[in-house]
């Protein structure tokens, strides 16, 4: 079984990208989807959460408040890091688990999955390739951001929690750079799907 653990800049189009690849065949995964079902009501992260930071960082259904808890870890560093160190094992073995499962007969040739903190997290190991998408322009990102609701140093405070851009396409087997048409990424998920798919036959 081919996979690749899809990374890139936040808000240069990797979850887009990851979607094109769906449609091309491939099995994904978004891990951001997983954490958030850690985060739900009677989730582990959740009940973590809770133990570490107090009650006042649940929701009122019983899973984390996420928009709390993301204004502490993205202002205090320290924060980030106990979080990331409670709710990254749970989320790690939830992946691999996936990744390494026996392929079914007709199963998709192309397992994917998306990685925000790929390099970050060191989670590198054991996937056939690793790809980020990226752009050239920040100010398309911070817009990008700031329509999600975002305040500028809020942006700019979750742009400074990844790696630098450059360092990303050094550590990347592929770098895809997502600065046209959405017509133009479609392209670049085919061309690359194409390239992954047609080599492991």
Same mark, same amino acid.
């Given at each position: 079984?081919?996979?690749? #653990?899809?990374?890139?800049?936040?808000?240069?189009?990797?979850?887009?990208?990851?979607?094109?690849?769906?449609? !091309?065949? $491939?099995?994904?995964?978004? =891990?951001?989807?997983?954490?958030?079902?850690?985060?739900?009501?009677?989730?582990?992260?959740?009940?973590?959460? *809770?133990?570490?930071?107090?009650?006042?960082?649940?929701?009122?259904?019983?899973?984390?408040?996420?928009?709390?808890?993301?204004?502490?870890?993205? &202002?205090?560093? &320290?924060?980030? !890091?106990?979080? *990331?160190?409670?709710?990254?094992?749970?989320?790690?073995?939830?992946?691999?688990? +996936?990744?390494?499962?026996? @392929? #079914?007969?007709?199963? $998709? /040739?192309?397992?994917?999955?998306?990685? /925000?903190?790929?390099?970050?997290?060191? +989670?590198?190991?054991? +996937? =056939?390739?690793?790809?980020?998408?990226?752009?050239? &322009?920040? *100010?398309?990102?911070?817009?990008? !951001?700031?329509?999600?609701?975002?305040?500028?140093?809020? %942006?700019? %405070?979750?742009?400074? @929690?990844?790696?630098? @851009?450059?360092?990303?396409?050094?550590? @990347?087997?592929?770098?895809?750079?997502?600065?046209? =048409?959405?017509?133009?990424?479609? *392209?670049?998920?085919?061309?690359?799907?194409?390239?992954?798919?047609? &080599?492991?036959?």
């Amino acid at each position: 079984m081919n996979t690749l #653990a899809l990374t890139g800049g936040i808000a240069c189009g990797k979850s887009l990208f990851g979607s094109f690849l769906a449609q !091309l065949g $491939a099995d994904v995964v978004d =891990t951001d989807e997983l954490v958030h079902r850690l985060h739900a009501p009677g989730g582990e992260a959740a009940k973590a959460v *809770e133990h570490a930071f107090g009650p006042e960082f649940l929701a009122p259904d019983g899973g984390t408040d996420r928009a709390k808890l993301a204004r502490l870890v993205f &202002s205090e560093p &320290s924060a980030r !890091l106990r979080l *990331e160190s409670i709710v990254h094992p749970i989320l790690r073995a939830t992946l691999l688990a +996936w990744r390494d499962a026996p @392929a #079914a007969p007709g199963a $998709a /040739p192309l397992r994917v999955a998306q990685i /925000p903190l790929l390099f970050e997290t060191g +989670w590198t190991d054991g +996937w =056939t390739y690793t790809a980020t998408v990226e752009t050239s &322009s920040d *100010e398309s990102r911070l817009a990008r !951001l700031r329509a999600r609701g975002l305040s500028d140093a809020e %942006a700019r %405070a979750r742009i400074a @929690a990844q790696l630098p @851009a450059a360092e990303r396409m050094k550590r @990347a087997d592929f770098t895809i750079l997502n600065d046209g =048409t959405p017509d133009e990424l479609f *392209e670049k998920a085919k061309s690359l799907y194409d390239e992954i798919t047609r &080599s492991h036959k």
